[in-house]
């Protein structure tokens, strides 16, 4: 119930009536569940961006190890508070801030996206997105979603750069309301890479 009274009382900060469900959250770290296998694989820098109340972020902590490291972007107070109130650990720090004036000294190897970008005036969502490129390191994996009532992309230049990078899309049911799952392998060799859509529903 809270969650749906900020969603009324600032729709551009907020994306959906309800919390992502955990399917939606699981289906969304996938990748990085395969990255770490093993605790002596390369040490990950992490992103989340727009946490929310943290279904998200409850998932990436999962598979979080001591050598990695967790950024969390929110620009909603409330929600600042709240992800910052129920994740205290070392390698994990949440920010109270927008996600254009964050500078963090270093790059990203996955990130992680929960924004309402389909609420944004299309010019900021561009911004974003070019922001989100910046931080990625050169073989980084970029991993959102998008509500399904939603027409494909508001945004050509987060179509372009979902056709050029997009690896894998999946539509997830099990969620309020159902959501498209994206997953974006960035890579400095300029290749366009295929889409991957898979048809089966969680």
């Not at 500078?103 to 970008?117: A, C, R, V």
């Not at 990625?136 to 494909?152: E, L, M």
Request: glycine share 2%.
């Amino acid at each position: 119930m809270k969650h749906l009274l900020y969603f009324f009382k600032d729709l551009k900060q907020t994306g959906a009536i309800a919390p992502s469900s955990k399917f939606l959250a699981k289906d969304l770290v996938t990748k990085l569940k395969k990255e770490v296998v093993c605790d002596t694989c390369r040490p990950l820098k992490i992103l989340e961006l727009g946490p929310g109340t943290g279904p998200l972020t409850k998932e990436i902590v999962k598979y979080l190890r001591p050598q990695d490291m967790l950024d969390i972007v929110e620009i909603h107070k409330k929600f600042y508070q709240i992800v910052k109130s129920r994740y205290r650990q070392p390698n994990l720090q949440v920010h109270h801030a927008d996600i254009l004036q964050f500078q963090p000294d270093y790059t990203y190897d996955f990130i992680f996206s929960s924004l309402p970008y389909e609420n944004m005036p299309e010019e900021i969502s561009q911004e974003i997105w070019k922001k989100k490129l910046k931080l990625c390191s050169s073989d980084a994996c970029i991993s959102y979603f998008k509500y399904v009532k939603f027409r494909n992309f508001k945004n050509d230049f987060e179509e372009e750069i979902v056709n050029k990078y997009g690896q894998n899309k999946k539509i997830v049911l099990r969620n309020l309301p159902p959501a498209k799952v994206y997953t974006l392998e960035i890579n400095d060799n300029g290749e366009r890479v295929p889409l991957t859509e898979n048809t089966n529903v969680a």
